[in-house]
């Protein structure tokens, strides 16, 4: 039940629109990858589902979280293009939690 969930028409049209925003918004080719995640977060204090948006250019990651759903995920949660430098993620980054 919850592999078909995961992969439902709604679901990956929220992806697609996630991923369109953030190629949009940060000026990214086609070619740019873009990963879209939605995960639980098993910490106390944490809201109970968070997207995270992890993208690449040249050989450069970046990542920035939404404390959303996936579908409750809006154009105005994407950062401005200016705070890119601070979304970039240093190699040996680990959050702990994702």
Do not use: Q
């Not at 639980?40 to 939404?66: N, S």
């Amino acid at each position: 039940m919850f592999a078909f969930a995961r992969k439902s028409p709604a679901r990956l049209r929220w992806v697609e629109r996630l991923t369109d925003w953030t190629r949009e918004r940060f000026n990214l080719s086609r070619e740019a990858a873009i990963s879209v995640s939605e995960i639980v977060c098993p910490l106390p204090g944490c809201p109970p589902l968070e997207t995270v948006v992890t993208f690449w250019i040249a050989d450069r990651c970046y990542r920035f979280k939404v404390f959303k759903s996936l579908a409750e995920v809006a154009p105005d949660d994407v950062p401005y293009a200016w705070l890119k430098e601070a979304l970039a993620v240093c190699e040996d980054f680990d959050c702990g939690c994702c």
